[in-house]
């Protein structure tokens, strides 16, 4: 029974360790560097919010757009960069159409101009290739990254390159918002919300690890080349600036909104394919020279994140052991509780009596179950880095 005790109170750490003290600590850490900074600001010194460039300091930017299969979304997005407040003879749009077989190539035909430029890719090589492709044919200092569902607000490159001022920069991370259905709202929808407040406590204490892959922006010197396999861009290329000796930034201004997947089912699978690329990747990633609080962001809200499911399956084993004793017998009640609901989320999924706190649980569920099925997959060797579309 001792191992049993063991493993139960491990396991117990860990996930409460991941969704409570850690969230616990950037907030913590996160109000004493605001207090700081308000102070500072009181005190008569500058202000430590970046600073817009002038009309005339704004940098070139290529905006690199991969796409695959994207008849439905690109009408609205060709629309959207109309409507974008920056100069023009300052901004190239590269679509890059990676083997599409729909109406996509015809769409973006219609739209070549003097700072739009199509690459037409004859065979589907996955969005790291089309990347690639993108920024070799790009000519401009700065380069930004989106997807074809995306839509900028009018400010969002302004707002979004203002932080290349400081050279010490080599990315910087928008904020992604999504158009969300009535069951997304419920469970994706709030997930991103606790997500997105530990990403600004992390931006706050300089230790951002990640971008939204449909929002961000890196220097050309920055850029390596991804291997095609590669399927956590958005994770690859911030770190590849860190390890250049940059800072990665993340601005909450600089806002995108995009479509979220359509059911959980949706999420599941995108969950699935960044879980293949998590794992694939983790040796490298481990491996980075970070600081210590970049270091212990990317443990506790990466590394265990991937993990967390094979905790909690060794947290109900272990809890199946000591059912006859106390606290035990509470902590099964109330993980048998946790399971029931997510069942109830899955069977009443489509219908609105459901409790919302139901959805909630199934959707924590299904995405924790995707890490261990990514790893299984690529394990199994079924990781292929192509496109998968979810909405």
Not at 32 to 46: E, F, K, M, P, T
Not at 113 to 119: A, D, Y
Request: net charge positive.
């Amino acid at each position: 029974m001792i191992y049993a005790e063991f493993t139960f109170w491990v396991c117990l750490i860990f996930i409460a360790y991941t969704y409570v003290l850690y969230p616990l600590f950037l907030l913590l850490a996160y109000s004493c560097v605001q207090i700081w900074r308000d102070l500072h600001y009181l005190s008569g010194r500058s202000s430590t919010r970046a600073r817009d460039f002038t009309p005339e300091q704004l940098p070139n930017v290529s905006l690199i757009i991969p796409a695959y299969n994207e008849e439905a979304a690109l009408p609205l997005r060709i629309t959207n960069l109309l409507d974008i407040d920056y100069p023009a003879e300052k901004l190239e749009v590269i679509f890059i159409s990676d083997g599409s077989t729909d109406a996509t190539n015809s769409i973006l035909q219609s739209i070549r101009g003097q700072n739009h430029k199509v690459i037409e890719l004859p065979a589907l090589g996955g969005k790291s290739n089309a990347m690639n492709h993108g920024v070799a044919g790009s000519k401009f200092e700065i380069l930004l990254f989106s997807d074809a569902a995306t839509l900028f607000k009018a400010d969002t490159i302004r707002k979004l390159v203002r932080h290349f001022r400081d050279p010490r920069v080599g990315a910087a991370c928008g904020a992604l918002q999504f158009e969300a259905n009535a069951e997304s709202r419920q469970t994706e929808g709030v997930y991103w919300k606790y997500e997105s407040v530990l990403r600004l406590m992390e931006a706050r204490l300089g230790a951002t690890l990640t971008a939204s892959g449909a929002l961000y922006a890196v220097r050309r010197e920055c850029f390596h080349p991804l291997d095609p396999g590669t399927m956590i861009e958005d994770f690859i290329v911030p770190m590849n600036c860190r390890k250049a000796g940059y800072q990665v930034v993340y601005d909450p201004e600089a806002v995108a909104t995009d479509v979220s997947a359509a059911s959980v089912k949706g999420e599941f699978t995108r969950r699935v394919r960044l879980a293949v690329g998590s794992f694939r990747a983790f040796r490298e990633l481990s491996q980075a020279r970070l600081d210590g609080l970049t270091c212990l962001a990317f443990f506790s809200h990466k590394v265990l994140r991937w993990f967390l499911p094979f905790f909690l399956v060794g947290l109900m084993l272990s809890n199946l052991l000591l059912l006859a004793r106390e606290p035990y017998t509470l902590a099964f009640a109330l993980q048998a509780s946790f399971y029931f609901a997510a069942l109830m989320g899955l069977a009443f999924r489509g219908k609105s009596p459901v409790v919302k706190v139901a959805r909630l649980c199934y959707y924590l569920v299904a995405i924790h179950l995707a890490y261990a099925v990514g790893l299984i997959r690529l394990l199994a060797g079924k990781d292929q880095g192509v496109w998968q579309k979810v909405r």
